[in-house]
Every structure is written in structure tokens, then in C-alpha cells.
Nanobody
Framework: QVQLVESGGGLVQSGGSLRLSCAAS????????MAWHRQVPGKQRELVAR???????LYADAVKGRFTISRDNAKNTVYLQMNSLKPEDTAVYYC????????WGQGTQVTVSS
């Protein structure tokens, strides 16, 4: 079973930036699409951004223009560069394949203070 390990979260002031990383085990990484999701307590997990195996990207309206998803197939890693962070971006961030059929990792907490 593929393991996903998210990292890079933290506490940042409004307007700040963070770069999240998601390392995936296994040999299929380069041929699968990957996505970042986020979840706040009491709410459903929501899609933030996705990237296909070919590098095509798609973003949720709430993060468009502020977040950038990218991938490094040599490192089996997908990234999420988050700029101009807002308090409403506060959540636990998770990655998964497209569709999200891997076991979810522990996520990484992002907290944006106002």
C-alpha cells in the first residue's frame, strides 16, 4: 500500500507563505494524478488543487491565483506553494492520488493568524 507523508505546515501570519510537501512511496507516482485537499473540524474535506501526470493543473476558486501545485517525479513528491495566505486557509492539508483511493496520511496543519 502506498504511504503518503505530508509536511511543511505551520503557523503563519495573514499574507504569508508556506510550501507543503507530500512524499509518496511506490513506483507508480509518475503516471498518476495527485491532489491536495484540506479539512477543518466539522466540515467535509475539500479539494484544493490537482495536477495530472502530464502536469495539467486545476485549482479551487478559493485559492486560484494564490496557490501553485507542482510535482517532482524523481522525488515522488508533490508540492503546494501557498502565497497570500488568509485565515480561512487554516486547515489540515492532505494529499492523495486522483481519485483519492490511497489511505490518507496524517496531514499537515496550516494555521493562518489574522
Amino acid at each position: 500500500q502506498v504511504q503518503l507523508v505530508e509536511s511543511g505546515g505551520g503557523l503563519v501570519q495573514s499574507g504569508g507563505s508556506l510550501r507543503l510537501s507530500c512524499a509518496a512511496s511506490g513506483s507508480m507516482f509518475s503516471i498518476i494524478g495527485m491532489a491536495w485537499h484540506r479539512q477543518v473540524p466539522g466540515k467535509q474535506r475539500e479539494l484544493v488543487a490537482r495536477i495530472t501526470a502530464g502536469g495539467n493543473t486545476l485549482y479551487a476558486d478559493a485559492v486560484k491565483g494564490r496557490f501553485t501545485i507542482s510535482r517532482d517525479n524523481a522525488k515522488n513528491t508533490v508540492y503546494l506553494q501557498m502565497n497570500s495566505l488568509k485565515p480561512e486557509d487554516t486547515a489540515v492539508y492532505y494529499c492523495n492520488k486522483i481519485p483519492a483511493t490511497y489511505n490518507w496520511g496524517q496531514g499537515t496543519q496550516v494555521t493562518v493568524s489574522s
